[in-house]
């Protein structure tokens, strides 16, 4: 189907499904129970699981297939979303102008970036992506302040020109008020709720339309990975200079790649800005390229849906783990002795709130010593594991004679 051979197939689709019902999967508590605090399946979270997807699966295009270690993708995120943001404010408030521009823009600066970084390899080809990430930042937060907007950042105004005709959704809101971003008239932000019993399930316009470009970047994904394309960039990361001895010229191969990984970056920033009508430049800092390069870790380098899964860890914890306070600790402890429920709250202060970067910096010490390839490594052992224990069950037949 569309190209794919029948485990791609299989892996788009439960993709697709995944996507399709994660509104219903990450809301598997009741609300008002204890545990609704591990609840993810709001509008809001949803929509970073599957942008951030679109950023480590670009990442992972250009780390997993050819081994180079980017630390500057934070710049194309960023040129991504001011690219969307100046064409929600000067073209229309529709988000197909600002994701296309997004794009083309990332793909642009990644051309110019990529063609200088790229002369370089290993770490000295990660320190100048750094580089030019910094000196990006630094840009958008002070030199180019009429463009970027500084340290206050960038966003829509009631008098923006949006020059576009009405259908694409230029122009302002009928009660006066800044018009939100939308897809011909269907707001980002709409959403509509469906209570079952004593769950609450949210289901958002925004997190569909990002899901479904997802699913699209995917889908390309896998396309490059089973191409000759990908199979020459493979090639790049076991033996670059071999390939070089033979006379084949791998620069733009290399080139190539970079752009297309930019590219993904930029479309991802350009749904930020769709989804949050505010862009700033800590979208540019290193922090951002480190965080990509831990979801593509985590998630299984080279693997096409591990990239999804470090994305949607990442910010679960970040989201959820982060929340959780002192109080709550107090309210799950409280059938415990006084001096017990001190003690355990004491225990597992350091690991949430502000400390849950120490959960996700043990968590990702564990996942690198005993799961060298990530989360999906990690699905593929219990798969055989139980695939093991089934077959012993299974009753033994001898051949008849």
């Not at 189907?1 to 809301?27: C, E, Q, R």
């Not at 791998?250 to 862009?279: E, H, K, N, W």
């Not at 994305?311 to 679960?316: N, T, W």
């Not at 415990?336 to 597992?348: A, H, R, S, Y």
């Amino acid at each position: 189907m569309f190209g794919l051979n029948k485990k791609d197939t299989s892996l788009l689709l439960i993709v697709a499904a995944l996507v399709a019902l994660a509104p219903i999967i990450l809301n598997p508590f009741p609300e008002g129970s204890g545990m609704a605090q591990f609840n993810a399946g709001y509008p809001d979270l949803m929509q970073r699981f599957v942008i951030f997807g679109i950023f480590a699966i670009g990442f992972n295009i250009l780390f997993g297939l050819t081994g180079y270690l980017s630390f500057g993708h934070a710049a194309f995120l960023g040129a991504g979303s001011y690219a969307g943001m100046w064409m929600m404010k000067l073209l229309s408030i529709n988000v197909i102008p600002a994701i296309v521009f997004s794009v083309i823009i990332a793909g642009l600066i990644s051309l110019a970036i990529g063609w200088i970084s790229l002369r370089r390899s290993g770490i000295y080809f990660s320190i100048l992506t750094l580089a030019f990430a910094q000196m990006a930042f630094a840009l958008a937060a002070s030199v180019l302040t009429p463009i970027t907007g500084g340290e206050t950042g960038l966003q829509t105004n009631l008098n923006d020109p949006r020059i576009l005709p009405g259908f694409l959704g230029g122009g302002s809101s009928v009660d006066g008020n800044i018009p939100k971003p939308s897809l011909f008239g269907i707001e980002m932000t709409s959403s509509f709720e469906v209570p079952v019993a004593g769950w609450l399930w949210t289901f958002n316009w925004g997190y569909y339309i990002c899901g479904i470009v997802m699913l699209i970047a995917f889908y390309i994904a896998i396309r490059i990975f089973r191409s000759p394309f990908g199979l020459m960039l493979k090639a790049v990361k076991s033996n670059q200079q071999r390939l070089n001895y033979t006379g084949l010229n791998t620069r733009p191969y290399m080139l190539a790649c970079f752009v297309i990984s930019g590219m993904y970056a930029g479309l991802a920033g350009g749904l930020m800005a769709a989804m949050d009508p505010q862009v700033g430049a800590e979208r540019m800092q290193w922090t951002a390229s480190g965080e990509v390069v831990l979801m593509t870790i985590l998630g299984g380098v080279g693997t096409l849906i591990g990239p999804v899964l470090g994305a949607g860890l990442i910010k679960y914890f970040e989201n959820i783990f982060s929340k959780i306070n002192d109080n709550l600790l107090h309210q799950w402890f409280a059938f415990l002795p006084d001096g017990l429920e001190d003690l355990m709250v004491t225990i597992i202060h350091p690991f949430i709130g502000k400390g849950w970067h120490l959960t996700l910096g043990l968590m990702f010490m564990a996942i690198v010593i005993f799961l060298p390839g990530g989360l999906v490594e990690g699905g593929q052992r219990l798969r055989k594991m139980f695939g093991r224990k089934s077959e012993e069950r299974a009753p033994k037949t001898t051949p008849a004679e």
